[in-house]
């Protein structure tokens, strides 16, 4: 599974969780402007990517993303 389709799983899953209905996701979506995601929904997704991947990009400091894209190439081998 590719990072970006590891991204769009795991922001559905949240979504679900939160008692939102599934949003259309690609590559180019704005994870804060196009899906109904908040900033609490948006680290745990973050967190859940860790736990997915084992990676932790943001271990440095916080990393500017603003889509799915961004976010998973964060998490890129």
Same mark, same amino acid.
């Given at each position: +599974?590719?990072?970006?389709?590891?991204?769009?799983?795991?922001?559905?899953?949240?979504?679900?969780?939160?008692?939102?209905?599934?949003?259309?996701?690609?590559?180019?979506?704005?994870?804060?402007?196009?899906?109904?995601?908040?900033? +609490?929904?948006?680290?745990?997704?973050?967190?859940?990517?860790?736990?997915?991947?084992?990676?932790?990009?943001?271990?440095?400091?916080?990393?500017?993303?603003?889509?799915?894209?961004?976010?998973?190439?964060?998490?890129?081998?």
């Amino acid at each position: +599974m590719s990072p970006a389709e590891i991204v769009i799983e795991t922001v559905r899953e949240v979504l679900k969780e939160n008692g939102h209905d599934p949003v259309p996701l690609t590559p180019a979506t704005n994870l804060l402007q196009q899906t109904p995601l908040d900033s +609490m929904g948006l680290a745990v997704v973050v967190l859940r990517l860790e736990e997915k991947t084992g990676k932790d990009p943001f271990a440095a400091g916080f990393r500017l993303f603003q889509t799915v894209e961004e976010l998973a190439a964060l998490y890129e081998p």
